[in-house]
């Protein structure tokens, strides 16, 4: 009868092919998804490799060939030491301590007019007919810094920059994301950074990653998972997003409760943002960007580059192989360790066993029955295995300072003191110290492009009142009432090295500076 009525019943995927081939916008998004999910694709057999060294588990060549690995080989995963995720947490607690220093400084001189007790801008007795000028320049870059200091503050900025500055020595890089959201207990729009994990994340392909920075990126998408509630909280269809089963995901913790992935992407070509499923309709159309910013509000740290590539060899690919050799030392140091301890053999033709286990369980020792031993001249004999070569232990500890050159750390850093003359230290420290300078300069330039950004949507949606209660009433009388422009008005820089923690050699030069200025 709906045939006959002139209605025909299209199937739900196949009225989303026809809603896709008649938008040329979601068709290019869905290409765009399906093509950055490809490029995380191509990098997952190194992710999982990285993953496993980072847990403390051996990744074995048997998992590339996809053969099974021995029951004794998934025992010894976690019976491995993890000596690069200990010098990665040490490296990062020498280059970010604290949050970074904001720099400030105006982009020209800003005058406005002085005024006299009366509030009325006081005349010029040289020049009559003009007023006389002030120069607040100063006032506005100290607000400025009291505005970023106080966002990074509040903002739970330290965790989410911290976690991608983890995340980016075993992964390919990390992603912190800029935006702005409504604050419903604060009434008022907030500014936030976020951190998503690697792999939540796709850019577009043909980027190019430029000392650091994505250049020539047209879009990124951020990878989000909501029940239906959640969807129909943010404005989405639910029918849109359950049009095919490849976006379809369970809760480990709620099994019952149906999960679907959809796609947050940001369009630079066209200045567009929205949702995106791999397939179907549009979940809800899409907005232009809330704010003007430069590039696009995703900045990715990446702290090994090769120059042609946008993402290179994670640093703890790079050191496994020596990882992995420093394991195998450790397991036949073991062996010799546990082979050395005082052995006694005897023989239980001429010895009675339980004297024997009962003087063995008094000595905590092992004695092994061994029948025949009698027939020589001993009846019972302690033997024990040769000890470890030097040149083993020569080699492990070449090892490590290879790690710690690879990472960035020294041998103290992990509890390890060598008897090393002191130049071969300072060798050790010296190299180490270069390449813990090599990436605080990246992280600090890092910083610098999410304060940046982070600054530029405050300029837009930031408010009068919200300066007025960061600075304080008396301190905001010289320079309020201002709105965004106020940070629109100056450059935002940060001081380099500000997010290492100041050691005690620099704390004292630091006070002698001080003296001699004063003196």
Known sequence: MAEEAGIINIRPELQASSETQKDPTLKQWQDWIRAGRREIDRLKPELQKADKLWEGKRYYAQNDRQQPVSPEDKTAETQIFNGLRIRIRRAIDHIYAKNPEPSVSVKKPILRPLLGPDGQPQPDPENPGNVLYEDISEGRAEIVEAVMKDHMSMSGFKYHAKAATTEAFYHHGAWVVCGSDYDEDQQEEVVFQKWYEFTDVISDPKAHMVEGKLEQCRYFALKLRYTKEEAEKKGLSWEAMTVNETNREEDADEPETEVRIIWQLWDKTRKLYGYVCEA???????????????????????????????????????AAPIQEEQNE???????????????????????????????????????????????????????????VIQQAIDLYRDNGQTLDTIVG???????????????????????AESTMDAKRDILDDFFREILRCSKQIMEQVITEQKIVQIMGKDGAKAWAPYDGNVLSDCDLDIESGSTTRMNQNAKVQLGINALNVAS
């Open 280 to 318: 179907g309709p549009w979940p809800v159309k899409p907005k232009p960007w809330p704010w003007k910013i430069d590039g696009i509000p995703a900045k990715p740290l990446v702290l090994n580059t090769t120059p042609g590539k946008k993402w290179d060899k994670p640093i703890i690919l790079e």
């Open 329 to 387: 030392f450790r397991e036949t140091f073991r062996r010799h360790i546990v082979h050395n301890r005082p052995m006694t053999l005897y023989d239980p033709e001429a010895h009675d066993p339980k004297k024997m286990q009962t003087l063995a369980d008094r000595a905590k020792e092992a004695w092994i029955a061994i029948e025949g031993l009698a027939s020589g001249r001993e009846t019972i004999k302690q033997i024990n295995d040769a000890p």
């Open 409 to 431: 750390t020294t041998p103290a850093d992990i509890g390890n003191f060598s008897r090393a003359s002191a130049t071969e230290v300072g060798d050790v420290s010296q190299k």
